[in-house]
């Protein structure tokens, strides 16, 4: 309730806020200083609103920035139009103006910063339009909306272009965008390029493109280079790597730079890694497979992770026991992702302290031995994780997810710990799981996610989901997936586990599990549960008897639920069914699919019966946050 109050108090200040600027505008077009005050009063508003961000709808936030940078930019317009309209001044009194007309907020670059990085600097034209647009709109944001432009690139032909247009030449081959250049390049024709190149922060190369600089980059090679360096600046260079690469390792080689912190590459740019071994400042390694990989390139893969020093996040096909070791003792590591992970002796690896900062970790053993991933786990040193996904080529036994997940209680932090993700690859037939590879993980009391894949589904019941829903309070995922089910007997968790969900985890929004949807608990009008977040159930194999008796239960405790789906939802024919199993699921499936017809009505009829019970509280009526 106090949430709601704060974003109704934050809509009226907005309606309050659009007045103000359309006043501004219209009856202060001329007075520079009431233009900036009330630019200054939109930044406030939008300073104070991001700080409670959690708040808002998403959709209603996105709609808040847009109207927040089209008020800044229709303040900016009014004031660049007045100053159109007033006579030409002398170079003296423009410089008087500056100071005596400018107000004193436009003087602080973090500010002027701040309003344009809500410009989002991505590569798409409507964003970069936006940027050029505000550059060209007033002296205050010219540098940082150029900044802003010039910041994330995915191409070098713009920098091509800005040299003297008889220096280049464009022409359409095979439906590619040959460029070449026709001349010598000159110390002058590197004027314009360096107005621009050093703001030039990340390059992305796109492995598909219609652009071709081969000849261009060849030239360049060859070349004396203002500064050494092409893009001087330059911090992040994100180039996957494929054999048909619109960029040879060669040419690649323009764009390292000794600031560079964050890299993508493949291992089709092995000749690169010597050089990336001296750049021991890295902070974001990833590294893409090619379809084989041989010994000589593991070698430069494990020398090049050795050589690292301040490598936060690492995401590599490759490592071996040194590169682990030394990746262990790295204070700076916080997230790591191998796939696949060797097979080593991680016995060897325990009680040297190692991964004391790791906090997201995802790993791939491809690996028969179930043994690894609990023995790996065994060599962190109780660090903050956050983030934890394991996928195993085959399905692991119950036994082995019990080590795993004793494991993570004895060396992980138990408050640190948000998402949990345990999945295969291979499906196999066998037991169901029991509760017991569930009972080490009620310590973590933050986690905000779990995903378990079960093949054979799981032997649960409702005192277990009691124990689960009270361990989790934070709980906004939960599915536990099942591939095959056991019909042997009717599952053990009921609809009352939904209700306990409801009642203990008011964050949850996904749901997928199993559960005995034939038996509809009584309502309890004095017990009324009320659970709002919850808007999609995957009900598996849930076997069910009555989609009016359980869709009017749903929506009584989730009135917002919208999607429900099942196991078998994908199949239209009963005939494509081949055992009497799979018929029964194929009806149950077709009850589900029912209960999903039936929960929009229902959820009206609820909205409108919660409605009625706040007549008596005075609501206003609040536009959206639209700027006209």
């Not at 309050?16 to 006043?23: A, G």
């Not at 410089?95 to 809500?118: G, L, Y």
């Not at 690894?372 to 903050?384: G, K, S």
């Amino acid at each position: 309730m106090a949430e709601a109050v704060i974003l109704n108090n934050f809509r009226v200040a907005h309606q309050i806020l659009c007045r103000n600027v359309q006043r501004a505008i219209a009856s202060h077009g001329g007075d520079n200083s009431v233009l900036d005050a009330q630019a200054l009063e939109v930044a406030q508003c939008f300073r104070a609103a991001e700080m409670r961000k959690e708040v808002f709808p998403p959709e209603e936030y996105a709609t808040l920035v847009r109207s927040v940078n089209r008020m800044v930019l229709c303040l900016m317009e009014a004031r660049s139009t007045a100053a159109a309209a007033a006579p030409e001044p002398s170079v003296v009194d423009s410089e008087e103006r500056t100071c005596t007309e400018m107000h004193r907020t436009w003087r602080i670059p973090e500010i002027v910063q701040e309003i344009v990085s809500h410009f989002d600097s991505t590569d798409l034209p409507a964003t970069r339009a936006q940027l050029a647009y505000l550059a060209r709109t007033s002296r205050i944001f010219h540098e940082q909306a150029l900044d802003g432009l010039w910041k994330h690139t995915s191409t070098m032909v713009n920098l091509i272009k800005c040299m003297p247009s008889d220096l280049w030449e464009a022409q359409s081959i095979q439906r590619r965008t040959v460029i070449t250049l026709c001349r010598p390049i000159v110390a002058t024709d590197w004027e314009r390029v360096l107005q621009y190149s050093h703001r030039v922060k990340t390059l992305a190369v796109q492995p598909k493109t219609t652009e071709d600089l081969t000849q261009v980059y060849d030239f360049l090679l060859h070349s004396t280079i203002p500064g050494q360096h092409l893009l001087p600046n330059l911090v992040a260079l994100l180039c996957p790597g494929y054999h048909n690469d619109p960029i040879s390792p060669t040419h690649l080689s323009l764009f390292i730079t000794p600031r560079l912190r964050d890299i993508e590459i493949s291992t089709f740019h092995i000749s690169l890694f010597p050089a990336l071994t001296q750049l021991p400042d890295l902070q974001t390694v990833v590294v893409q497979k090619q379809p084989s990989m041989p010994g000589t390139q593991q070698q430069h893969v494990s020398t090049l992770i050795r050589s690292l020093r301040n490598l936060q996040s690492l995401d590599t096909p490759f490592v071996d026991l040194p590169a682990l070791v030394h990746l262990g003792k790295l204070q700076t590591l916080t997230a790591l992702k191998i796939s696949p992970m060797p097979v080593v002796p991680y016995s060897t690896m325990h009680d040297q302290g190692l991964f004391s900062s790791l906090v997201f970790a995802d790993m791939f053993f491809e690996a028969s031995d179930e043994q690894l991933v609990p023995e790996f786990i065994r060599t962190w040193t109780n660090p903050p994780l956050s983030s934890f996904t394991v996928t195993m080529a085959k399905t692991l036994s119950e036994q082995a997810l019990c080590a795993v997940s004793a494991a993570l209680s004895e060396h992980v932090d138990h408050k640190s710990l948000r998402t949990l993700s345990v999945k295969h690859h291979v499906r196999e037939r066998g037991e169901a799981l029991t509760g017991d590879i569930f009972r080490p993980l009620v310590c973590f009391v933050n986690l905000t996610m779990v995903y378990i894949l079960a093949d054979n589904g799981y032997n649960l019941d409702d005192a277990l989901m009691t124990e689960l829903a009270r361990a989790w309070p934070h709980l906004e995922t939960l599915n536990l997936e099942t591939i095959w089910n056991d019909h042997r007997q009717a599952p053990l968790i009921t609809l009352f586990s939904l209700r306990t969900l409801a009642s203990h985890c008011p964050r949850l929004r996904e749901l997928e599990l199993t559960f005995d949807a034939n038996s509809v608990p009584e309502p309890r009008p004095n017990e009324r549960q009320l659970q709002f977040e919850l808007a999609s159930l995957d009900a598996a194999h849930s076997p069910i008897s009555s989609a009016i008796d359980v869709a009017r239960y749903l929506s009584a405790v989730f009135p917002n639920l919208t999607t429900v789906c099942s196991a078998y939802d994908e199949y239209d024919m009963e005939e494509e069914m081949e055992t009497e199993e799979d018929k029964a699921e194929f009806k149950w499936s077709a009850l589900w699919r029912e209960v999903k017809a039936l929960l929009p009505a229902l959820n009206d009829i609820r909205a409108e019966e919660y409605e009625w019970g706040r007549q008596s509280i005075h609501m206003s009526e609040y536009m959206t946050f639209e700027f006209p």
